[in-house]
């Protein structure tokens, strides 16, 4: 009973109760729901978006804010296609390249904000347009496809006909989790999303801390770009586009505050959790078309809605 | 926020094209055209027909809307025009941007515009623009209500019918089919759509359901995966767009559904690839190249005459099958 109870004063439980309703009403509806083709098929694009929402999470839990991931997503994802194809790069060396447009668009990231303080959302916004400008200028609006059956591979399915990209995702996951709650470095970066000003006359270095973040984000949106041109075969000059709100609405959803000092990545992965079941759901319990949006806002708003009160409730009615 | 930010932008954008504008009397415009393009332009314009023409691109970037750009380019180079090509590049939020970009066109007054139309918001601005003496022609996508002096382009009718008809030869006139489509507010896609009906209503071919994926293929797929879960009985997929038509043949390829019969639209290598596999029966083919080339010409007549011949310009589709894929370009 004791762990039941601590168990339903997790954060996370408040987002898991949506996600499972979620999956029980498809069910419900339509039983094709739980089969493994469907639940591999639905783990495998949460496996891609929660890089996303996981780099999202160390940016917002840093009190920061990114709307570039879905560009650098993009970019990283054609930059490794065209360099296996164009440059005739082995496949090791063109996933690196793509990673590295994700340690760029950190840097580039964390130098604009932290060294010109622009503010976050302009900066990133302008980092948004130029990545996308820069797949536009390489892929001249192109899509690349045929690549070596080595790279098709990272992108295909793995041991016990589970796709790479969900072990992946798990480990980073993990690591991450890992990463925010027992090191130096995340304690620090809640700190700074806390109090930034608190935090520097404890002595932690603000700019550092922040500019680790980007970087992080960033790498983890390439990897994910690179992750579905694998899974899709296809690089896609439109690829990414708007993935950013489904990322950060996504972290959202889980519980990672948008205002800084907290983030959970169980959470965040929950959350996109929900946002691409609901993708999913209503095709299948035949929602129309017309209607699909209206639908995903609404769950989107309950969602988070659920999750406050429960919250509200458990700290006294603060 | 992002709408404020947005406005911000474009009165930047604004402003500059306006400076753009007042340079340009002095020397010809520079744009995608090159160095040949600008001393043709500057011959022309010696001549005293160096029209200023923009292009409102739905999608910049997008293979489709290159292929038409070059049509322009070649047109430019030709007829020593200049066309500026401006519009949106990203696909999700395309359908609203276009609003801004065609604004802006506007404001930088060029002699003439053209643009994609069929959204409802264009209709208005296609108006304004009539009225401040900019003549406009709609390309690839028609506003018929508005006051455009033309329209070039697929005749989407004539397109989702062919696909319509493609269909019910390629499963025998019967299926159940469902339909995969870039956006819901797309009156061209739509319209292709209840074209498709059109053309298979004496067959017992019958429409499952209907869904959007944004013209992203990682959204298509998912929702082709869905679509498989949900309708076992179904037996074959339209796919409005490029992308859609190659999720399902995605899906298709790695799930092994054989017997489900894919018909798409566009010529993009990968979708002609899945063709000569047998994974896709047929798509639609449009001709973007023709658009742009015969757009610019459009322009520059219905300013050298004040009126051109027809109302709406049809570039006409081809039906691509494994029969003529190696053949259809010649």
């Not at chain 2, 998912?222 to 949900?230: D, F, G, P, Q, R």
């Amino acid at each position: 009973m004791k762990v039941i109870k601590k168990a339903m004063k997790m954060r996370e439980v408040g987002v898991l109760v949506p996600l499972l309703l979620l999956w029980i009403i498809t069910y419900f509806i339509n039983h094709a729901f739980f089969t493994s083709t469907n639940m591999i098929a639905l783990f495998r694009s949460v496996s891609i978006t929660a890089l996303g929402a996981i780099g999202a999470a160390f940016v917002f839990c840093g009190g920061m804010m990114d709307v570039s991931a879905g560009s650098v997503y993009g970019l990283a994802g054609m930059l490794a296609a065209i360099a296996m194809k164009d440059w005739g790069m082995p496949v090791a060396a063109a996933i690196l390249a793509g990673l590295l447009v994700g340690v760029a668009f950190g840097l580039v990231n964390s130098l604009i904000i932290n060294g010109f303080e622009v503010p976050a959302f302009i900066a990133t916004l302008g980092t948004q347009y130029i990545a996308r400008g820069i797949v536009n200028v390489i892929s001249e609006g192109r899509s690349y496809t045929g690549f070596p059956d080595g790279f098709n591979a990272i992108g295909g399915m793995g041991f016990f006909g589970i796709p790479w990209s969900i072990y992946i995702s798990l480990m980073v996951a993990v690591i991450a989790a890992y990463v925010l709650k027992y090191t130096v470095f995340g304690r620090s970066l809640m700190a700074v999303g806390g109090n930034p000003e608190t935090a520097r006359t404890c002595g932690i270095n603000v700019k550092l801390i922040r500019n680790a973040a980007y970087i992080i984000n960033a790498v983890l949106c390439a990897l994910a770009g690179i992750l579905s041109t694998a899974r899709l075969e296809t690089a896609q000059a439109a690829a990414g586009s708007g993935w950013e709100m489904t990322v950060i609405a996504a972290a959202i959803i889980g519980g990672v505050s948008m205002y800084g000092g907290s983030a959970t990545i169980l959470g965040a992965v929950i959350g996109v959790g929900i946002m691409e079941t609901l993708t999913v759901s209503m095709t299948m319990i035949k929602v129309n078309a017309y209607w699909q949006r209206v639908v995903i806002g609404i769950v989107i708003i309950l969602a988070v809605g659920m999750d406050t009160f429960k919250r509200k409730r458990m700290s006294g009615g603060k | 926020m992002r709408k404020r930010i947005l406005t911000a932008m474009m009165a930047g954008v604004l402003a500059c094209s306006m400076l753009y504008g007042c340079g340009s009397s002095q020397e010809p415009s520079e744009n995608s055209g090159g160095s040949a393009s600008e001393e043709n332009a500057e011959q022309a314009a010696a001549q005293g027909d160096g029209y200023e023409f923009i292009f409102v691109c739905p999608i910049v970037g997008m293979e489709y809307w290159n292929m038409c750009s070059d049509g322009i380019e070649q047109a430019d180079n030709e007829l020593g025009t200049s066309t500026q090509i401006v519009g949106p590049t990203d696909a999700s939020t395309f359908t609203t941007e276009i609003a801004n970009y065609m604004e802006a066109a506007i404001s930088s007054q060029p002699d003439a515009i053209m643009g994609y139309s069929g959204l409802e918001v264009m209709g208005p601005l296609i108006d304004k623009a009539t009225e401040l003496g900019i003549p406009y022609l709609a390309i690839d996508s028609d506003a018929p209500d508005s006051s455009r002096f033309a329209y070039i382009g697929t005749d989407p009718y004539n397109a989702g019918y062919q696909s319509g008809e493609g269909m019910a030869e390629l499963t025998g006139g019967t299926a159940k089919v469902a339909v995969l489509c870039s956006s819901l507010s797309s009156e061209k896609e739509m319209e292709e759509v209840e074209a498709f009906k059109d053309a298979v209503a004496d067959y017992d071919i019958e429409i499952l359901a209907m869904e959007e994926t944004n013209g992203d293929l990682a959204t298509a797929v998912t929702k082709m995966e869905a679509l498989v879960s949900t309708y076992p009985e179904m037996t074959a997929v339209l796919g409005t767009s490029a992308y859609d038509v190659q999720a399902a043949a995605k899906v298709k390829e790695e799930r092994g559904l054989d017997d489900l019969v894919l018909v798409g639209y566009d010529d993009q290598e990968e979708t002609l690839n899945y063709i000569r596999d047998g994974i896709i029966g047929g798509v639609v083919v449009q001709d973007p190249y023709t658009m742009g080339y015969e757009g610019v010409r459009l322009l520059k007549e219905y300013l050298d005459n004040g009126s051109v011949e027809q109302e709406v310009y049809d570039t006409g589709t081809i039906f691509v099958t494994i029969d003529n894929v190696d053949s259809y370009r010649d």
